[in-house]
T-cell receptor, first 109, second 113 residues
Framework: SQKIEQNSEALNIQEGKTATLTCNYT??????LQWYRQDPGRGPVFLLL???NEKEKRKERLKVTFDTTLKQSLFHITASQPADSATYLC????????WGAGTKLIIKP | NAGVTQTPKFRVLKTGQSMTLLCAQD?????MYWYRQDPGMGLRLIHY???????AKGEVPDGYNVSRLKKQNFLLGLESAAPSQTSVYFC????????????FGNGTRLTVT
């Protein structure tokens, strides 16, 4: 079965540094990978989508990469800020997404 | 635009009771979804709908029923609640079948005692 795996341990990063989160998938490469942000008590909010034929996608301080050889997507936040603290989810699929459990990111001032 | 609105925000049920969770979206989206989110697990799809009057089962449909009588509303019903259904429930919608992003409500926290 298809699976999405994200690091379950919280990631602690110093403010101003780059935070890198990992999303690994099994079986065949998904056509798309999506990244969402979830704050406590709120629903996930869409951030970025990357297609399998794209190596990299950027949006302001956010960057997503897609490595079909490693079966992995990396999500980077540059110049991180305490306001970036949240849980970040990745998902694969099309109209039926398969979700990772998310990685909690903590940016320390 | 309000986006996706879920009611209620919190609910406590006793085992065997029934309830309906309401999801409303004002974005004219065709696709709507019900997920549950449990600690340490990814969002799991309960049921979904690809248009008014249509519904389909997701990954964990047992114990739940849904209806999509109007395009903007998607109802999730629990006929006989069980403690295993204690969870946070999220509704989401999207415009089309392709890679358009999901828009989520802020969830309903349900506790079944």
């Amino acid at each position: 079965s298809q699976k999405i795996e994200q690091n379950s341990e919280a990631l602690n990063i110093q403010e101003g540094k780059t935070a890198t989160l990992t999303c690994n998938y099994t079986n065949y490469s998904p056509a798309y990978l999506q990244w969402y942000r979830q704050d406590p008590g709120r629903g996930p909010v869409f951030l970025l989508l990357i297609r399998e034929n794209e190596k990299e996608k950027r949006k302001e301080r956010l960057k997503v990469t897609f490595d079909t050889t490693l079966k992995q997507s990396l999500f980077h936040i540059t110049a991180s800020q305490p306001a970036d603290s949240a849980t970040y989810l990745c998902a694969r699929g099309n109209y039926q997404l398969i979700w990772g459990a998310g990685t909690k990111l903590i940016i320390k001032p | 635009n309000a986006g996706v609105t879920q009611t209620p925000k919190f609910r406590v049920l006793k085992t065997g009771q029934s309830m309906t969770l309401l999801c409303a979206q004002d974005m004219n989206h065709e696709y709507m979804y019900w997920y549950r989110q449990d600690p340490g697990m990814g969002l799991r799809l309960i049921h979904y709908s690809v248009g008014e009057g249509t519904t389909a089962k997701g990954e964990v449909p047992d114990g739940y029923n849904v209806s999509r009588l109007k395009k903007q509303n998607f109802l999730l019903g629990l006929e006989s609640a069980a403690p295993s259904q204690t969870s946070v429930y999220f509704c989401a919608s999207k415009k089309t079948a392709d890679n358009s992003p999901l828009h989520f409500g802020n969830g309903t926290r349900l506790t079944v005692t």
